[in-house]
């Protein structure tokens, strides 16, 4: 965004910033799962397999309750942890330990499935708007069989940050401006942000260069990294390449994205449905448990 890279003021660190690019564009692919829901699934798709340690990311979104309606009755997960970040509309969850929670709008729920859970989360409405993200995260071998553990997050527990002008930034995860998120204690150290931009707001956000990461524009467009940007529409995600630090603009429109990032784990990686773990035989393993109800 900045017009001449060189005349960036170098008083305000002993480091200079690496500013990331945008290394790729990818959208989504308009799938269904659960008992029928109809989603976008952008990570976790023939066009964008994982970021690591992403595995996948789902936009639902629709005012159509046959869209949504019959939910996601009991499954089950084992090996990463489940993101839920409702945007719209009320989504109930409940799981075989007797954990029960209700995800209403602005609300996050941070699941650490571990070793194994059996859980539901099913539309808490009949009609209107249901909106969302969930993000898979990858757990680290050591973490993989830990215990299951809930960050049930309501709204008013996140904060919510304005760096500039014209931007406002909910931090639901890492550190903005010296403020924290709510999320703690998860081994890929992640930053999940909320950016809201009016027309022709500038944002600076600093990402650890550690991490690596994706912007996902969800409302309006946005002209993400920094030099040669690259301008995403709704429905776009941008993978980021390396560097400690995100340029977004907003264009002749308000912009609305999501800006995630994490430490890759670096580690091999079995998908098999809901299980994700490290080898073919872990993932027998979890299916031989879930079969005979050890989950
Ligand atoms: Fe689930």
Same mark, same amino acid.
């Given at each position: 965004?900045?017009?001449?890279?060189?005349?960036?003021?170098?008083?305000?660190?002993?480091?200079?910033?690496?500013?990331?690019?945008?290394?790729?564009?990818?959208?989504?692919?308009?799938?269904?799962?659960?008992?029928?829901?109809?989603?976008?699934?952008?990570?976790?798709?023939?066009?964008?397999?994982?970021?690591?340690?992403?595995?996948?990311?789902?936009?639902?979104?629709?005012?159509?309750?046959?869209?949504?309606?019959?939910?996601?009755?009991?499954?089950?997960?084992?090996?990463?942890?489940?993101?839920?970040?409702?945007?719209?509309?009320?989504?109930?969850?409940?799981?075989?330990?007797?954990?029960?929670?209700?995800?209403?709008?602005?609300?996050?729920?941070?699941?650490?499935?571990?070793?194994?859970?059996?859980?539901?989360?099913?539309?808490?409405?009949?009609?209107?708007?249901?909106? @969302?993200?969930?993000?898979? !995260?990858?757990? #680290?071998?050591?973490?993989?069989? =830990?215990? $299951?553990? %809930?960050? +049930?997050?309501?709204?008013?527990?996140?904060?919510?940050?304005?760096?500039?002008?014209?931007?406002?930034?909910?931090?639901?995860? @890492?550190?903005?401006?010296? !403020?924290?998120? #709510?999320?703690?204690?998860?081994? =890929?150290? $992640?930053? %999940?942000? +909320?950016?809201?931009?009016?027309?022709?707001?500038?944002?600076?956000?600093?990402?650890?260069?550690?991490?690596?990461?994706?912007?996902?524009?969800?409302?309006?467009?946005?002209?993400?990294?920094?030099?040669?940007?690259?301008?995403?529409?709704?429905? +776009?995600?941008?993978?980021?390449?390396?560097?400690?630090?995100?340029?977004?603009?907003?264009?002749?429109?308000?912009?609305?994205?999501?800006?995630?990032?994490?430490?890759?784990?670096?580690?091999?990686?079995?998908?098999?449905?809901?299980?994700?773990?490290?080898?073919?035989?872990?993932?027998?393993?979890?299916?031989?448990?879930?079969?005979?109800?050890?989950?």
């Amino acid at each position: 965004m900045t017009a001449n890279a060189s005349a960036r003021p170098s008083t305000d660190s002993a480091v200079s910033r690496s500013p990331r690019q945008v290394q790729r564009i990818v959208r989504g692919r308009p799938t269904s799962d659960g008992a029928g829901v109809k989603l976008t699934r952008v990570i976790g798709q023939p066009d964008l397999d994982m970021i690591d340690p992403f595995l996948l990311l789902d936009e639902f979104r629709s005012d159509s309750a046959g869209d949504y309606i019959a939910g996601f009755p009991e499954h089950p997960h084992r090996g990463f942890e489940t993101v839920t970040y409702m945007l719209a509309g009320r989504m109930r969850h409940g799981d075989n330990q007797g954990n029960r929670g209700l995800l209403t709008p602005g609300s996050v729920q941070w699941m650490t499935a571990g070793r194994g859970i059996l859980h539901s989360e099913m539309p808490e409405q009949e009609n209107g708007l249901m909106w @969302g993200f969930q993000l898979w !995260v990858n757990l #680290p071998a050591r973490d993989k069989m =830990t215990a $299951p553990r %809930y960050q +049930d997050i309501a709204p008013e527990s996140i904060p919510e940050v304005s760096p500039v002008a014209g931007a406002r930034v909910r931090v639901i995860a @890492g550190t903005l401006n010296g !403020v924290s998120g #709510p999320v703690s204690g998860i081994a =890929t150290e $992640p930053v %999940y942000l +909320d950016v809201r931009l009016q027309q022709g707001a500038i944002v600076e956000l600093p990402l650890p260069s550690t991490h690596r990461g994706f912007a996902y524009v969800y409302e309006g467009q946005a002209l993400v990294g920094d030099g040669v940007s690259a301008n995403l529409v709704r429905g +776009d995600l941008g993978v980021l390449g390396n560097g400690d630090s995100l340029e977004i603009a907003a264009g002749d429109a308000p912009a609305r994205l999501i800006v995630v990032a994490g430490k890759p784990l670096n580690e091999p990686v079995t998908k098999y449905g809901p299980f994700v773990m490290n080898t073919p035989q872990q993932i027998a393993q979890a299916v031989e448990d879930f079969r005979a109800g050890r989950f």
